[in-house]
């Protein structure tokens, strides 16, 4: 049996550790988030910096007399779905309140990205009484064509969740992105703070009153795009965590106790809360030294053990190449987030010396970190291919990713409209896209660390937004010179 000193070891380093020259982490990270503005619907502002994009989606809303212009795009389509949106600015949300401090000048850009998509997410929770708008746009229709955001003629329908069809789910994780950024704002806008407080009070308590999954209300305007395919618990779990940190009431986590035992699962998602509930929830049990909390720190350390390629109940599987592998659909959604739980988890330990145990390994923060760091850096370009994951990181990066803004001629290039079948022409060809998406993150490799960059390969060749907004946090701490 191996001494206790060799799995500590094992568990701290990978084969590629110190063989290289780390990337630079401040750039990348000035890169990650300067991505959003490529995903902005709405007015842009005079300070757009990738200028390729122009105002989109200025009458959204209007089919129902209700002013819904602004947010994310959530991909490489036209579409806003409010449920990855609003994960996606909880985890932007969650890096700034974790990392601020480490992100330099890039903090202000950080909120400014927030802003954008906390204002449309007020609008959406405060428009309508007894309504929740959860998204625009159809994407089915929107699907069918390849054409600019600034030239939309699909419908723009608008979706909504009430209390006759509820959706658990998706206002929970609003409430989660709006308790969350509040935090965000609490000191350098406390107006705007409280506002998006109260109102993730009221849309928390709309997803507790009126259970059931928004899929089931909205079924194929929202499936199999974003369905909840984890149910709306873990979401009712994570929504509270973030009031409860946000309040600091009791309500909230004796709400949680109500809800029964989680999943325990090794892998978190705009899907699937849990894993990141129970890490947010670690928090009082590793920095509090709260007993209360205790159950919710076993619970992340059960995960870790699920990520950590050597632990004994390790279910994660790793390239050859030393990435993550755990979906083949846009697997480095899947990286970004555990990523961020890994880095995350090992500050909080790392601050009070704490340690755990995987079976009979003991787990020590760098097992972490390093884990973290090995994710981080072959996505930046330290991968058998030295391909970056990050378009315009480095000089060898996706040249043909899956985007109709970023693959069709801006307007300032070509200013009539190419209509919804025109753009097929663009999206065929093998030529490079015009357009530089600046530090969007595409969906990856494959198991074998193999990448075609082929613009109709969506499961690779695709962005997200919240692929980019979990991978901020690391980069923010690796920027900052944290390594073990």
């Not at 490489?76 to 401090?101: Q, R």
């Not at 723009?156 to 006759?164: E, G």
């Not at 089931?216 to 979401?235: H, Q």
């Not at 613009?455 to 991978?471: G, V």
């Amino acid at each position: 049996m191996a001494s206790p000193f060799f799995l500590v070891f094992l568990l701290s380093a990978l084969s590629l550790e110190n063989t290289y020259a780390s990337p630079n982490y401040r750039e990348a990270l000035s890169k990650s988030l300067l991505f959003f503005q490529g995903q902005r619907s709405g007015r842009l502002p005079g300070d757009q910096k990738l200028s390729w994009r122009s105002s989109s989606g200025l009458s959204d809303g209007s089919s129902a007399h209700v002013d819904l212009t602004g947010g994310y795009y959530d991909a490489g389509d036209n579409v806003k779905f409010n449920f990855p949106m609003a994960f996606t600015t909880t985890m932007l949300s969650w890096s700034s309140l974790e990392y601020g401090k480490k992100m330099g000048s890039e903090l202000q850009n950080s909120r400014v990205a927030i802003r954008w998509a906390t204002d449309y997410l007020l609008k959406c929770a405060r428009a309508t009484p007894g309504k929740l708008y959860v998204g625009v746009g159809d994407p089915n229709g929107d699907h069918k064509c390849w054409e600019r955001p600034e030239d939309m003629d699909t419908p723009r329908t608008v979706y909504s969740v009430s209390p006759s069809n509820p959706g658990s789910d998706v206002a929970a994780e609003t409430a989660a992105a709006l308790a969350a950024s509040s935090m965000v704002f609490r000191k350098v806008d406390p107006k705007y703070a409280r506002l998006l407080l109260a109102t993730a009070k009221k849309v928390m308590q709309f997803a507790i009153q009126y259970r059931g999954a928004y899929s089931d209300s909205l079924s194929s305007s929202v499936c199999p795009f974003y369905c909840s395919y984890s149910g709306y618990k873990d979401e009712l779990v994570w929504g509270a965590a973030w009031l409860h940190r946000a309040t600091n009431d009791p309500y909230y986590t004796n709400f949680i106790k109500t809800l029964g035992g989680g999943d325990q699962p090794d892998i978190f998602s705009w899907d699937n809360k849990y894993a990141g509930a129970y890490v947010l929830l670690s928090r009082r049990a590793v920095l509090n030294k709260d007993n209360n909390f205790e159950p919710y720190k076993q619970a992340a350390e059960n995960f870790m053990c699920k990520i950590l390629p050597n632990s004994p109940s390790s279910s994660t599987k790793y390239t050859k190449g030393g990435l993550m592998y755990k979906l083949p659909q846009s697997n480095l959604q899947y990286v970004t987030s555990i990523t961020f739980l890994l880095t995350t988890y090992a500050k909080y330990m790392k601050s009070t010396k704490h340690t755990f145990n995987c079976g009979n390994s003991l787990i020590v923060p760098n097992a972490l970190i390093n884990l973290s760091k090995r994710q981080v850096d072959y996505i930046l370009g330290v991968n058998p291919l030295k391909m970056s994951y990050m378009v315009g990181f480095s000089s060898n990066f996706p040249k043909r990713i899956h985007h109709r803004g970023s693959s069709l001629p801006s307007r300032a290039v070509r200013s009539n409209s190419l209509g919804c079948n025109g753009g097929f022409q663009s999206f065929r060809t093998q030529n490079p896209n015009p357009n530089i998406l600046t530090g969007a993150i595409v969906g990856g490799p494959n198991q074998n660390d193999e990448y075609p960059d082929q613009r109709d390969d969506y499961t690779r060749s695709e962005p997200a937004t919240y692929i980019n907004a979990a991978f901020v946090g690391p980069l923010a701490y690796f920027a900052a010179g944290r390594s073990p």
